[in-house]
């Protein structure tokens, strides 16, 4: 029984045949949980194709200051923007729990795209959905209060990653990724003691429930109406 791949990752956009071929290209390699795949200011010019498990890309700032750009699942492309700009790599990309993946060079990968139109498509809307969902980053900041954007924030990763929750009625479901709320504040662009108090907001609510760096929402469709989030994947 062949692999279902999530349709917002990069391989879930492919082609069944194209997608075959390219889960034969590079090399396979598994990593332990917290191992650093890619590392900021590293110019290697490889792409990452996540086989399994979930990642987090975080970049550092000259100051120190260090903020959570992403989270990447199996089926995604990693490392594609220094790859095709023959730039440094603006953020380290971390294991959050075992990883595999296959290292394929950029000659490789440019090869291939050239062979497989649907590929080159499906990369150019992987970037532009990233892109998307930057923008919708900086528009939040400006439009609306901090509750709201950590409960968009929590709306949109429940979009891509979210597993419908054992206990629940098709309403609830477990965020699917593991952050701890340093990094939810970092994606939702607040400080740390302003994402706890939001949180136990929500929680007050009956809009989420938290556990050991895990999150579950409670009522997905009441948690959207809140944080106005309209029902389409941002990735």
Not at 3 to 19: C, D, E, H, I, M
Not at 105 to 132: G, V
Not at 149 to 161: D, I
């Amino acid at each position: 029984m062949k692999r279902v791949w999530p349709p917002s990752s990069f391989l879930g956009r492919l082609q069944p045949a194209t997608r075959e071929e390219l889960l034969r290209q590079g090399t396979p390699m598994t990593y332990p949980p917290n191992r650093a795949l890619l590392q900021q200011g590293d110019e290697s010019r490889h792409v990452l194709l996540l086989t399994g498990g979930v990642v987090k890309v975080v970049a550092s700032a000259e100051c120190g200051y260090e903020m959570l750009l992403a989270v990447r699942i199996a089926g995604d492309l990693v490392g594609e923007m220094a790859a095709f700009e023959e730039r440094p790599r603006s953020g380290t990309v971390i294991a959050c729990g075992d990883v595999t993946a296959r290292i394929i060079q950029m000659r490789t990968l440019e090869t291939f795209l050239s062979r497989h139109p649907d590929a080159m498509r499906a990369i150019l809307h992987m970037l532009c959905a990233r892109l998307r969902w930057a923008n919708r980053r900086r528009i939040d900041f400006q439009a609306y209060d901090s509750l709201t954007r950590l409960a968009r924030v929590l709306a949109e990763l429940c979009q891509a990653y979210a597993q419908p929750a054992p206990d629940g009625d098709g309403r609830r479901c477990d965020l699917g990724v593991t952050l701890t709320q340093r990094e939810l504040a970092s994606l939702a662009g607040l400080k740390l003691n302003t994402a706890e108090k939001k949180l136990a907001e929500l929680t007050a609510q009956g809009l989420v429930e938290r556990s050991y760096r895990n999150i579950t929402i409670c009522d997905v469709p009441k948690l959207f109406e809140f944080a106005r989030v309209v029902a389409d994947n941002p990735y």
